[in-house]
């Protein structure tokens, strides 16, 4: 998401270590829940390890996606936010919960898919600072929170996210990705869930350097941190996902914080597995925001969609409202294309966006219009798990009305 100056920072509320009383409340919440929500997977928990048992699969055949019975489907979720910057800042990995319950809420409005921002510093463990959330302690966090999507019906969007080139830490969005890491990352990143038909890969946030060649084949960049920086062109970094032996689909992101896509086509990477995916950014103070931009002219996803399927990697608006994203949505659903909003998390409707103001699911005015639009369709080629519905201290599970008590706190359940 484009914000100025720096790129999806939430506002400094949400960096910050949270009154007692907020995080106790959130943390008995997550533990009830969590709690009624266990007992129906018969002793099932987030896995130690990254294990292939996830039962979704996911491939571009043509134009379009599809699970592994060949069954065209869309991608219709959210955007994840918190693991590109809290392991960086040293505070923790996730932004709020990361177990099954909060898992469960995103599911209960009717997603399919859930993309996560990574920061490339934490997952190779370098230039980490003093935070000791680097490395296996960072990789194991996102490997079991992708399997706990997987295990509640829903796919996982990996996405490079914040980078930074030589000894810089990546604590804020680049103009391109760096040659000095980024293909080390996702040599690492692919070969870690190569036997996981159930994740994408998205291949870097928001490219906003140009031009297309840049993009394509790396250039020096300035503006970034530091001032100028070799950056790796996406060319490099599909090979780097191959070269691990990974057979998944691959999420690219146009120019101007993946809001351009005009020579998407013309500078397309060589894929030999050709499973490449358009990924477009679609704000409301984006440049091109109109249904019309989009439909005619250079930036027309028209020829895109011809031949490779379109992902909206993230919708959304800054006004607290949902105008914008109730004509965007319906024209999506028209032309076949997925999208993810932007974001669940807790940071505010207006400067992030954010879909909701309580990890429950409650949703913010924004995330209203996101969360009925998406129950009003009839169908988006998936069917949840697990959904829950929260009253007073009722749960309703799969439609089962449970009141959980005498639970007992495990600190690590809720972060």
Known sequence: MK?????????????????????????????????????????????????SAAQLSISVSG??????????IRLLGVNRSGTEYACIQGWG?????????????????????????????????????????????????????????????????????????GTNRATYQQPMPDADHAPAFWSSVAATFKNNPGVIFDLFNEPFWNPWSCWLSGCTVWGGTPGAYQ???????????RGSGATQPIMLGGLAYANDLSGWLANLPNDP?????????????????????????????????AAHPVVIGEVGE?????????????????????????AWNTAGCTSFPALITNYDGTPTGFGIGFRDHLAALTSIGWTPKTTVSISGTSFQINGT?????????????VQ
Not at 24 to 43: D, N
Not at 318 to 342: R, T
């Open 273 to 305: 597995l050709h499973q490449l995916i358009a990924s477009v950014h679609i704000y409301n103070f984006n440049t091109c925001s109109t249904i019309t931009c989009f439909s005619s002219g250079a930036n027309s996803l028209a020829p895109i969609a």
């Open 3 to 51: 914000l100025p100056p720096i790129a999806c920072v939430p506002p400094p509320a949400e960096r910050t270590t949270r009154p007692a009383a907020v995080l106790k409340a959130r943390v008995l919440f997550g533990v009830m829940v969590a709690t009624a929500i266990l007992g129906m997977f018969a002793g099932v928990t987030a896995a130690p390890t990254n294990a």
């Open 401 to 413: 009305t449970t009141s959980p008590n005498g639970l007992l706190l495990n600190s690590r359940m």
């Open 93 to 165: 990995i996730f932004d709020g919960p990361s177990d099954f319950a909060s898992v469960a809420a995103i599911a209960s409005w009717h997603v399919n898919a859930v993309r996560v921002p990574l920061n490339e510093d934490c997952w190779l463990n370098i230039n980490m600072g003093t935070s000791t959330e680097g490395g296996t302690v960072y990789q194991q966090a996102i490997m079991n929170y992708v399997n706990t999507l997987n295990q509640s019906g829903i796919y996982a969007i990996l996405d490079l996210h914040w980078t930074a080139a």
């Open 318 to 342: 800054n006004d607290c409202a949902h105008g914008f994203i109730d004509n965007i949505m319906p024209w999506a659903d028209s032309s076949g294309y997925s999208y993810l909003g932007w």
């Open 231 to 241: 950056s790796a062109g996406m060319q490099s970094l599909v090979t780097a996902v």
């Open 63 to 72: 134009n379009h996606l599809v699970d592994g019975s060949s069954k065209t």
